[in-house]
């Protein structure tokens, strides 16, 4: 078959993607090649109980409202069931043609898992968008890098749901968001704190989650750029933007090493702070009879303890690569922890009359943050990546429902505009000062 544009994934980015695109080219054919039976990537696998850590107004495609939008916090079978219908509303057009349950194996051919013996060959036009180049892991599509013994009783986040019977005590692994969320959802649901053992391998900061609501999130972000303009330090910005109530941490004594980006309410920390049995001795190696061997050291366990596996690394920080080129555009994030708005901004780019010089030169890939040091340099990247689409696209940045410009008053939204135009220059020549302090 032929198409326009061949979209590989129909997780969060690839509709995204797809439906700007479609908006700006009605009567461009689109393919895309999903080889999960349904659509929404990620979520479809995730635990039942995962939530959107962000509000649900500026989340999902351009044209349709997640939830009942505001400050929601959606739900896993909200999100399930919203993908099911950016799909629908997508198939309502002849130029979109999904394959669920597909796989693409490159130069135009994808595989139907079930029906391997009918290939499909596609012909494109325009370009091959990648939307699978963020490889989002979950723990239940992963296996644990460290060895699990034998009677060891060990279940990823997503069985905590199915338990036929409490066990005496949980040893939940990993100290990222996803560990976080299992420790709530346990306090949450009876457990007592200690009777919860938390192997931290890095503590990271955790977003004040009251700080990033429709509204104000603009002005959160203005924050974080006066912080990197105000210090020398990576340590000093961090500690500035805790000072201001906008970060929180489990240690008072020791500064985090990870910013992921990972939102909680201030109800939550609580909860994750009533944890005493934290372990901080680096990653597990493996997990004995009675014993956790980890990178510095071992502790016993006591009998009976359920392991819970958070360990899958959500969102990975990938090697940039330029978003369009002739014949391809690899999604990738273009504002920090911003993944559905970047996807849909770069279909609108896409569809722009511009050469793919232009383009490259108006968005610039901004990694998922990973360590405290990527935080500055990747915030600054997104405020110069947001001026000049503002510059080119004022009316989309104003309108788009993933924008968070789309959520302001208009004296905010060029309050906001006119910050940024002042501090990302200033910000951007502290970031060497702070580079050259990070390295001594
Ligand atoms: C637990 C969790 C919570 C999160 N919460 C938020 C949040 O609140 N806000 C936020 O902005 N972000 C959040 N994120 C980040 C999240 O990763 C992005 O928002 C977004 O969902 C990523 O979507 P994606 O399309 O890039 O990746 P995916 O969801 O991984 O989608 C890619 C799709 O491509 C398909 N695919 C891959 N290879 C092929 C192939 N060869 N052929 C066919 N199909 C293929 C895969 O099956 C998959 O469905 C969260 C992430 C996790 C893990």
Redesign the pocket.
Known sequence: METDYLV????????AFADAIHKEKPRSKIVI????PL??????D??RF?????PAAF?GVGSLELSSGGND?SSHAELVDYYDRVVKQLQKSSAITFFFG????GSGL?IPLLNPDKPIKIQVKEKVVD????????PATHSPNFKVGDGVKFVPINDLLDLQHKPKRFCVIGGG??GA?AVVHLIDNGVLADQIKWVVPNDMWFWNRSKVQTGIVGNEFIKFLKAIQNNSSVEQIFLELEKKGSLFRLLDEELPRKWRCA?FSQREFKILKSVKDVVRKGRVHAIGIDRIELDNGSVAYEEGCLFIDCT?N??AARPKQAIFSDKHIT?QSVLM????YS?ALIGKIESARMSVKEKNAILEPVPHPERVEDMPDILVASFENNIRVVKKIPFWFRKNRLSVGAHVSFLNFCSLIVKSLLLTPKAKLALKRIASNSSH
């Open positions: 590989i994934g129909a997780g969060a980015m690839g509709l090649i999903e080889k999960r659509p929404g990537g990620h979520w479809v995730d635990y995962v939530a959107l850590h962000q989340y916090l597909t796989e693409y194996k994808a939307a699978s180049y963020m490889k989002v892991l979950t968001k996803t969320d939102t899958a959500g969102l999604l922890c911003q993944q559905t996807a």
